[in-house]
Nanobody
C-alpha cells in the first residue's frame, strides 16, 4: 500500500523559509517520480514542483520558480521541498504525490496523495 506522510508545515512570516518533508513507504520509492501539489482555501489544486525518479530532473510552477527547491533522498525514501522567500499567496495545504512509472506530464495526473501539511504565511 502506497503511503505518503507530509510534514514540516507551519506559520511563517512573509520572506521566511520552511522545509517540507514527505516520508514514503509501500512502493519502490527510487523508481517513482514525485511531486508537490498545493491547495489554497477556496481554490483548486495547483501543481508546484516535480522531481523525476533519479532526482536528476526538476520542474517548477512559474509561481515558485527561484524560491522553492525540490529534492529527494532515495536511500531514506524521503521527498523534500525547501521554500524560501515565502509570500502570503503561498498559504495552502501542501500535498506530496506520486504515480507509478512510466513518466507522465508534470502537471498530472498523480495517482497517490498524502494527507497534506498546512503552510500559513502571515504577518
Amino acid at each position: 500500500e502506497v503511503q505518503l506522510q507530509a510534514s514540516g508545515g507551519g506559520l511563517v512570516q512573509p520572506g521566511g523559509s520552511l522545509r517540507l518533508s514527505c516520508a514514503a513507504s509501500g512502493f519502490t520509492f527510487g523508481s517513482y517520480d514525485m511531486s508537490w501539489i498545493r491547495q489554497a482555501p477556496g481554490k483548486g489544486p495547483e501543481w508546484v514542483s516535480v522531481i523525476n525518479s533519479g532526482g536528476g530532473s526538476t520542474y517548477y510552477a512559474d509561481s515558485v520558480k527561484g524560491r522553492f527547491t525540490i529534492s529527494r533522498d532515495n536511500a531514506k525514501n524521503t521527498l523534500y521541498l525547501q521554500m524560501n522567500s515565502l509570500k502570503i499567496e503561498d498559504t495552502a495545504l501542501y500535498y506530496c504525490a506520486t504515480r507509478p512509472p512510466p513518466h507522465g506530464l508534470v502537471t498530472g495526473p498523480w495517482d497517490y496523495w498524502g494527507q497534506g501539511t498546512q503552510v500559513t504565511v502571515s504577518s
